[in-house]
């Protein structure tokens, strides 16, 4: 059984304008995701890389300032959107595509040294067998002697702790505040986000913020745990799988 993606593209849709808000520095996160992979890849002589995932362009971006030559796709219009103009603010070049992991080796091709998929780009998958379809189209458009580099959420921490409020950030920009947050609801094996973008307009007359409007989206996630994420990277066909340490994610090295 696969799920429909329309259904999860819309929470990033939704989010696209505030998603930096999910970062307490998104420029320091890019530069630190950056370095990061960076040195990985240094390691495998990497030079064109594939951003199976890229969002706004958080690990495309600083690979592409650093020399790479970089194709970063995204199924979401509204992030794509976001990507491009942040490229454009670093004076980077790189090709953005509208696909999703199933897609990519007919939109993006193969032949690539490393295809990386980081940050929300698995987890936003249902079920099971949609992320053993995404490892398989990743795996394809990897070259023999590539490297895969993916990340998920660390869900063997995060089914323990079970946290169900997250607070994410607060921004003030042209008299508006913008609050987000996200609430967590675990139904095993699927952890369904939903995520609120608060708006208050502030009024200088009374001292405070007014208008309030609140949007909404939601997102359901298969919690693949550690073991899981190893079988289903083997069942795609990769020969190897190894554990990186990553600050914020469970990332894995995958060799096909």
């Not at 509204?78 to 942040?86: E, G």
């Amino acid at each position: 059984m696969q799920s429909d993606p329309h259904t999860n593209i819309a929470y990033y849709e939704t989010l696209a304008d505030v998603y930096r808000l999910f970062f307490p520095d998104l420029d320091k996160n890019m530069q630190q995701e950056g370095a990061w992979l960076d040195a990985v890849l240094q390691t495998y002589g990497a030079k064109r890389v594939l951003d199976a995932s890229c969002g706004t362009g958080r690990q495309a971006v600083p690979l592409a300032e650093r020399g790479y030559e970089v194709i970063a796709a995204d199924p979401s219009p509204a992030m794509l959107r976001q990507a491009r103009v942040i490229a454009k603010q670093h004076r980077t070049r790189a090709r953005f595509v509208q696909t999703a992991f199933v897609d990519l080796p007919q939109a993006v091709g193969s032949d690539f040294d490393a295809v990386i998929a980081l940050g929300n780009g698995l987890c936003n998958l249902e079920h099971r067998e949609d992320i053993l379809a995404a490892l398989r189209s990743i795996h394809r458009c990897c070259r023999p002697d590539g490297i895969c580099i993916i990340g998920i959420k660390d869900f063997d921490r995060l089914c323990l702790r079970r946290q169900r409020f997250h607070g994410h950030g607060i921004d003030d920009e042209n008299g508006v505040r913008t609050i987000l947050f996200e609430t967590w609801d675990f139904a095993d094996p699927i952890l369904i986000v939903t995520a609120f973008a608060m708006e208050g307009v502030w009024d200088q007359k009374i001292g405070r913020h007014v208008d309030w409007r609140t949007r909404s989206a939601q997102t359901r996630e298969y919690m693949a745990g550690s073991r899981e994420v190893q079988t289903l990277a083997r069942e795609a066909g990769f020969s190897s799988v190894r554990r990186l340490e990553h600050r914020s994610e469970a990332v894995y090295a995958l060799c096909p």
